[in-house]
Structures are given as structure tokens and as C-alpha cells.
């Protein structure tokens, strides 16, 4: 019985499940729009939503005007993930996603780890031509928004805090134009491996299951929360969902990035805790052709994990 309810709980349309099927199946041309770190700066000044302060975009990156910029910025890759260099205090660094490069309470800058990272203006430049020449595919190789960006590198100015740490990322999960949910992650979140999600509300969703910890010292109440679910709301009215990624900064609420295929709709994702996983995916209500469709998907890829198990176990 055991077996047959693990098998049932891994074919069941849960919310990366539908992110799968996005992949595979919705063109929606304005996916190419909101997920390019560029564009999608029109499409949040057209609904009353700020960006950071963009210092300048290329596709060359030997022309950045390195002597001309502040002490402090971000370049980015706008067709990617994760590719970002950072500026600070006049010194270029390999930032990622940024764990590497902060202290354990969210301040930047870690400098026992900084000089592993620290970059020449040539190398960043190097690394800026790498990106250029690829186009991200993400952990499913599917995501298909990515394959008709135009490549660009983009600097914009260092988002900051009144606390002089990085910001958190307030990831709203926006359903047919509401906010459902809201995971807090941040530089100093993934350093330390800790998560947590609340309702719109601000009440904490407890899940049965952490990929790592929930955090020592739970985040606050945002003074702004209300601003940044009407931000988020507006920019995902016209789509069935988006991830709003959001900045609570010194310069007011800052989108970060629009984000339509989150974890690549690898599975047991966004959680460890199939039962919100399920419950989130209810949220984003597609038509029931769809589900069948990604059901019967789920279904075929069970059963083929299934047989490389068996294969492998009887060749060991």
C-alpha cells in the first residue's frame, strides 16, 4: 500500500508539474518579454512598478564605461540566470546568486571569500562575452522564453538596504492576477540554507518537510508588504501565474525579475513538502485538457524511473 501511495503522490499535478507543462506546451509571446531583465522594464513602468536605475546596456561589453560608474552596481546577463557580477567599493566580483560573497548575517561584504571571486575589468569583460555567446536553458534545458531573448549585458545600480545588507527577495507567487503566496529568500537565506513562505496575510505557511532550515530569527513583517501585493498583482494580471520577484530597498519597492519557469519545474519543487506543492499548483488553474496532459506526462515519467530502478537493481 506503501508503494501505491508514493506512486500516486508522485504523478499528482502539483505546481511544478504545471511549470513543466508551460514549458513544453505555452508560447505565450509575452513570456519573452517579462523574462528578459531588459524589456521587462517597460512592461513594469507601464503599470506604475520601479526598477533599478539602469547605468547602461550593451552587447559589447568592452565598451561598459567602467571609470564613468559608481563605486557600487550590478552587471547582469538579461537572458539568464544567475549571471550577475558585482561592484562594490569600486571592485569587481564573480557574484552568482550572491551566498558566496555575504556574511552570515546578510552583510556584504565576506572578504575572507572575496578574493576568490575578485575580477579584472578583463575578465568580467571575458566572462560578459560568455554569456553573450549562450543562451540559458535552465536545470530542464526547456525553457523556452530564454531561446528568443536578445543577448545584452545590462548595469544597473546596487540595490541597498537601510541596514547595509543585501535585500530580500520577496518572491510572490501571483495566480490569475493575486498573490497567493510568499517565499522570503535572500543572499544571506541561501548562505545559511534556511526558507520560509507566508500567506499574503503574513501568517507563516508551515510545511511538513524543509529542503533546509526555517530561519533562527524569523523576517518581519515588511512595512510596505501591502505596496509590493498590489506591485506584484499588477504585474501578473494578464498572465494564469508568475513569480513577482520584489526589493523592499531605500529607494521604495524594486522589481528584481518577472519569473515564469521557477526551479526550472524540476521536481518536488518550490518545497520539500508535497502536500504545499500540491496545494500551490491548485492555485494556477489551466484548462482540463492541460492537466490531463501533464498527469499522463507525470505518469509516463514515473514509470520510466520505475524501470531504470529495476534495471539498475538487477545489474548491481
Not at 253 to 273: A, M
Request: proline share 4%; net charge positive.
Amino acid at each position: 500500500m506503501k508503494s501505491i501511495k508514493k506512486f500516486f503522490q508522485s504523478v499528482q499535478v502539483d505546481f511544478s508539474a504545471k511549470v513543466r507543462w508551460r514549458m513544453r506546451y505555452d508560447r505565450n509571446p509575452l513570456f519573452i518579454t517579462i523574462q528578459d531583465k531588459y524589456k521587462v522594464r517597460e512592461y513594469a513602468a507601464a503599470r506604475g512598478v520601479k526598477t533599478a536605475n539602469l547605468l547602461y546596456i550593451t552587447d559589447k561589453p568592452e565598451t561598459i564605461p567602467f571609470a564613468e560608474l559608481p563605486q557600487k552596481y550590478m552587471i547582469k546577463a538579461t537572458h539568464g540566470c544567475g549571471w550577475n557580477i558585482l561592484c562594490f567599493n569600486s571592485k569587481l566580483y564573480l557574484y552568482g546568486n550572491g551566498k558566496r560573497l555575504v556574511n552570515a548575517d546578510g552583510s556584504l561584504l565576506n572578504m575572507d571569500a572575496a578574493s576568490k571571486y575578485e575580477l579584472s575589468q578583463a575578465e568580467a569583460i571575458q566572462i560578459c562575452r560568455e554569456w553573450l555567446a549562450r543562451k540559458y536553458v535552465g536545470p530542464s534545458k526547456r525553457e523556452w522564453a530564454y531561446q528568443h531573448m536578445a543577448p545584452r549585458i545590462l548595469v544597473e545600480e546596487l540595490l541597498e538596504t537601510k541596514d547595509n545588507k543585501a535585500p530580500a527577495d520577496y518572491k510572490m507567487y501571483t495566480f490569475h492576477g493575486v498573490v497567493k503566496a510568499i517565499s522570503v529568500r535572500s543572499a544571506m537565506y541561501r548562505r545559511n540554507s534556511e526558507m520560509v513562505i507566508f500567506d499574503p496575510g503574513w501568517n507563516e505557511i508551515k510545511l511538513t518537510a524543509y529542503k533546509g532550515k526555517r530561519p533562527a530569527i524569523m523576517p518581519e513583517r515588511p512595512a510596505r508588504l501591502e505596496e509590493m501585493i498590489d506591485a506584484a498583482q499588477k504585474l501578473g494580471e494578464e498572465l494564469d501565474f508568475a513569480r513577482i520577484d520584489l526589493y523592499d530597498t531605500t529607494q521604495g519597492i524594486i522589481l528584481g525579475e518577472v519569473t515564469i519557469y521557477p526551479d526550472g519545474g524540476l521536481w518536488d519543487k518550490p518545497t520539500s513538502d508535497p502536500v504545499f506543492n500540491k496545494w500551490l499548483g491548485d492555485q494556477w488553474k489551466l484548462k482540463r485538457i492541460a492537466v490531463i496532459n501533464a498527469f499522463c506526462r507525470n505518469v509516463a515519467a514515473s514509470i520510466r524511473d520505475s524501470g531504470f530502478r529495476l534495471i539498475h537493481k538487477y545489474q548491481s
